[in-house]
């Protein structure tokens, strides 16, 4: 579990919207295409259950991918993710359109990324969070680390971490015992 020191709690529980990169942070970054350049990705089953519990809670959930997938549309239409921002070489205009959106600010937002495109949006959010697995060179612009890497549950720490720090989590599982 990421470590909630008192700063990680302090700046989470600020967070509106918590935007994800996909590869590498929703799977393992491993790319796989058929010989007719078909191309497949695997997603956490734990990790979409994070980005519904986030939603059922108040906290909008952004993508912002530098990469175009049909399949990662496919997921996020599954999990009920609305605002996705695919092939986006320069993330900062896809984040800009969607605080717009949101009616948010900058310090109202937390990202999770894992490499050196993902470094703008990690500068500008009040909460950065780097998967295990990141790139090192990112590590020191974030408040906190996942103990999964990414595509393996990483993303599921993240929404818990989050929902922990604003007093959300122990309900929201309190209410799937209900069920």
Do not use: W
Not at 55 to 69: E, T
């Amino acid at each position: 579990m990421i470590e909630l020191t008192s700063d990680f709690k302090q700046r989470a529980q600020a967070i509106k919207c918590v935007i994800f990169d996909v590869d590498g942070v929703l799977t393992d970054g491993k790319l796989f295409f058929d010989l007719n350049g078909q191309e497949y990705k695997s997603f956490h089953a734990q990790d979409g259950q994070g980005l519904k519990l986030l939603q059922q809670n108040g906290v909008d959930v952004g993508i912002i991918s530098g990469r175009s997938s049909s399949i990662v549309t496919r997921r996020m239409e599954n999990l009920g993710v609305r605002h996705v921002y695919q092939g986006q070489e320069n993330k900062t205009a896809a984040f800009n359109d969607l605080l717009n959106k949101l009616n948010l600010n900058a310090d109202e937002v937390a990202h999770v990324g894992d490499d050196l495109p993902d470094l703008a949006l990690m500068t500008r959010t009040r909460l950065s969070i780097a998967v295990n697995d990141a790139n090192p060179s990112i590590l020191s612009y974030c408040q906190g680390q996942t103990e999964r890497a990414g595509g393996c549950g990483a993303a599921r720490e993240v929404c818990d971490a989050i929902l922990s720090a604003q007093g959300k989590l122990e309900l929201a599982v309190r209410l799937f015992g209900d069920r």
